[in-house]
């Protein structure tokens, strides 16, 4: 008997343990969620001539996913972070933000199919995840993972597009160009998807780096390689325009004393966790450390 109540005793600990981390773990992320950044990104300046020009079109789609990280600086007046248009023939897809909105519009042959500035938390000075999701029926708009807001509006079909769509400036082959639209902070992990993505696979690859030979991605920029190349079977390669500069993040150094400890069911352990690098690293990405529990 006193062997069975000491397994119970154990198996209670393992199960308040487990639970406690879970939830300091939900608790952290969303103390952290604010400074989380991709490990490399793109960084445009206040010129509004910073850019990244892209090599091909993108394609008709009844349905899509638009998806990145962005760092905003812009204080005020909204920044352009996707835009594929032809104002010629009056037909454009733009997604872009303000300093406490994100607004998404399409185009087609004069005819608006979409318009909608979503209103927000403030967005200026942390990182974000931001998602623009359209199907044949309606389009979503997703903030770190969370829907904000649903327009019953979709831009099936978009096109005639630019030859040279445009990441963080406004082009659109009039040739209209308006610098004051012009994106001012930093943008990583950027993706196209010809599918609409759902909250939960949203959710699931925000956080994580992807192969580029994911089903329906056809744009995938994440800069690690020190280029705008397009990791997609697109190959859709971008090319930096004015002052615009890639930044890669170097992991800091973690370090957890002591780094083993043997413990007895019930009692308590104490760790120091110290992570080791430049401002640079420790600020711009999130990085994690993990507890492992071992019965002896």
Sequence with gaps: MKNSNSKFILRYFYLVTFALIFILKSAFAQSISSVYGPKSYVT???????????????PDMTSMTVE??????????????????DMTQANDL???????????????????????????????????????????SISYVYLDGTLVSSVNQ?????????????IGYWYDMGPHTYPA????GNIGEIRVWNT????????????????????????????????????????????????????????PTITTQPQTQTVTAGSNVTLSVVATGTTSELSSSMHSWCIHLRNN
Excluded: C
Excluded at 75 to 85: A, C
Excluded at 181 to 184: A, G, H, M, T
């Design 44 to 58: 445009l300046g206040s010129s509004g001539n910073d850019y990244i020009s892209l090599s091909k079109s993108f």
């Design 68 to 85: 990145m990280w962005i760092y905003s600086q812009k204080n005020s007046g909204e920044g352009v972070l996707l835009m594929d248009g």
């Design 94 to 136: 733009i997604f872009d933000m303000g300093p406490n909105y994100i607004e998404i519009r399409s185009d087609k042959s004069g005819s608006n199919l979409i318009s909608g500035q979503i209103s927000t938390q403030n967005l200026v000075g942390s990182w974000h995840h931001i998602a623009w999701v359209m199907n044949p």
């Design 154 to 166: 979709t831009g099936s079909e978009v096109g005639y597009h630019s030859s040279n769509p445009t």
């Design 181 to 184: 639209y012009s994106f001012n």
């Design 196 to 251: 609409a993505l759902t909250q939960n696979q949203i959710q699931t690859r925000m956080n994580s780096v992807l192969t580029g030979t994911e089903t329906n991605l056809i744009g995938y920029w994440n800069f690690n390689s020190g280029n705008a190349n397009d990791l997609s079977s697109s190959k859709n390669n971008g090319t930096l325009i004015g002052s615009a500069s890639i930044v890669n993040v170097i992991a």
